[in-house]
């Protein structure tokens, strides 16, 4: 039997899947699972038998976390409340922002990034997780405040290499970094501007990062779509360089890199934060081929004018074929994925409720 | 003494398809009484009401013999014996 890409989609008001066998057939767009929910987090976990893991929220009932484990047929859930937090905190979990499997080598732990800001950790494939205390301890924590869509851990990057080492990505606070397995945490943000900030701009922490990716056959090196500016680096967030020339705009949320070439970056711009649109009102994905140094816009196939949507932080991502098929979705309901590096889209779904979270992956 | 719980329909699949609970409580036990024993034999009806600092989701409403329990004394409203508690989720969203 032929592989075939499966596409997570979450939105506001529920989940959808996608899925394309690999005989070069159209996509068949199933949904709404989980309906009335708003799906922040998906992942398809594919280090054994696939699992897929959704963060949901219902405005009544409040939020938790579900996995399917026959590709999004049947959910479960556990119940007792699968990420909560500890009484002595005496918080309570607002969302799941981000649902990420550890690397290869740590093939039952799950991490999640969760508002308010606070990273979880799971040693048995996503059905019970504990508060990663070294991160929710930190002396900083009280200076962390909430961005437009609230104080989160939105993203995490453990290291492939060695799972001692994790990085996070929050709104506001930063890049904070552990390499103990999360005892101690750093914050790791030399180099990134915090232009909000009335005196230092270029704080110890406070910045508000969007969203990081990394290849995994190249750890070290990290780009960050930031509230205004974009980064990379190359030395595991030590230093970051500014990479947004060549852009039309330096402002923007989703970033996304290829995992068959750390050279080659997506990334979804938009004017400015008190202008949150596409220049012109043109779909357009930016590439770079040359990690970051130059930047070209890719619209074949998508709407070049009269778009004046926004793709979120978790809108756009990457499967793991080779080459690899990028994916985003749009504030406006619709998804497109290009099989070509972002050559040329074809719309997998249209008017579905804001899109929130995609993750997609050969099964 | 006896407190029956009325479950919406949505929310039944946390109760094995049950409308009604019929929960025993100490006499004089509160709201709070009850959906802390709801959390042991319930608890995943219970964390849909609740969050985990047991505060009461916004927009889940209590209706204690026919009054909404925010118009009472709240999670510390008082319960009688043979009293009915009714779950209504709030009309709202878009």
């Known amino acids: 039997m032929s592989s075939s890409v499966l596409l997570m989609i979450g939105t506001r008001k529920g989940l959808w899947l996608a899925r394309r066998n690999g005989d070069g057939g159209g996509w068949q767009v199933t949904g709404p699972q989980l309906p009335m929910t708003e799906v922040y987090a998906v992942a398809v976990d594919t280090r054994s038998a696939p699992r897929l893991l959704a963060g949901t929220e219902s405005p009544h009932f409040g939020p938790t976390l579900v996995t399917s484990d026959d590709l999004g047929h049947s959910w479960q859930e556990p119940d007792h409340a699968p990420i909560a937090f500890p009484a002595d ?4 979990l607002r969302r799941v922002w981000q649902i990420v499997p550890g690397p290869v080598s740590e093939p039952e732990v799950i991490y999640a990034g969760t508002q308010p800001s606070a990273l979880f950790r799971s040693e048995d494939g996503g059905s019970n997780y504990e508060l990663v205390r070294g991160l929710w301890d930190h002396p900083h924590r009280a200076e962390w405040f909430p961005g437009a869509g609230g104080q989160a851990v939105h993203t995490i990057l453990p290291d492939p290499r060695e799972p001692s080492r994790v990085l996070v990505g929050m709104s506001t606070g930063g890049v904070y970094r552990t390499v103990d397995g999360g005892s101690e945490w750093n914050p790791a943000n030399s180099g ?3 232009y909000f900030m009335p005196e230092d701009e270029y704080p110890e922490f406070g910045q508000c990062v969007h969203k ?5 056959s190249a750890p070290d090196r990290i ?7 974009v980064y990379r680096s190359d030395d595991g967030a030590d ?7 060549g852009l039309p705009a330096d402002f923007g949320f989703p970033i996304g890199v290829d995992p068959t070439d750390p050279d080659t970056v997506y990334t979804f711009p938009l004017v400015a934060d008190a202008h949150r649109f596409p220049p012109e009102g ?3 994905i930016y590439r770079s081929r040359d990690a970051g140094r130059s930047w070209e816009g890719m619209g074949e196939g998508l709407p070049g004018e009269g778009f004046w949507s926004a793709v979120m932080r978790d809108a756009l991502c990457l499967d793991d074929a080779d080459p690899a098929g990028v994916y985003f979705g749009s504030r406006s309901g619709e998804v497109y994925a290009s099989s070509d590096r972002g050559e040329s889209w074809t719309l997998v779904a249209e008017h579905l409720p804001d899109v929130l979270s995609l993750r997609a992956a050969v099964v | 003494m006896r407190i029956t719980l009325v479950i919406p329909r949505m929310l039944r699949s946390t109760a094995d398809g049950a409308g009604r609970l019929r929960l025993s409580l100490e006499e004089r036990a509160t709201l709070r009484q009850l959906l802390d024993e709801l959390a042991i034999s319930h608890p995943a009806l219970e964390r849909r009401l609740r969050d985990e600092t047991r505060t009461l989701r916004r927009y889940v409403n209590f209706y ?3 009054t909404e329990c925010r118009a009472l004394d709240g999670a510390a409203t008082t319960l009688s014996d043979g009293a009915e508690v009714m779950i209504v989720p709030s009309v709202a969203g878009g």
């Not at chain 1, 780009?223 to 500016?229: A, E």
């Not at chain 1, 230093?239 to 020339?245: K, P, V």
Request: proline share 0%; net charge neutral; with cysteine.
């Open chain 1, 89 to 92: 905190t005496g918080t309570a």
């Open chain 1, 192 to 194: 990134i501007r915090a």
């Open chain 1, 212 to 216: 990081m990716a990394r290849n995994t």
């Open chain 1, 223 to 229: 780009y960050l779509q930031n509230h205004h500016g």
């Open chain 1, 239 to 245: 230093t970051w360089e500014s990479i947004a020339e």
């Open chain 1, 282 to 284: 043109s779909c357009r």
């Open chain 2, 64 to 66: 204690v013999d026919g």
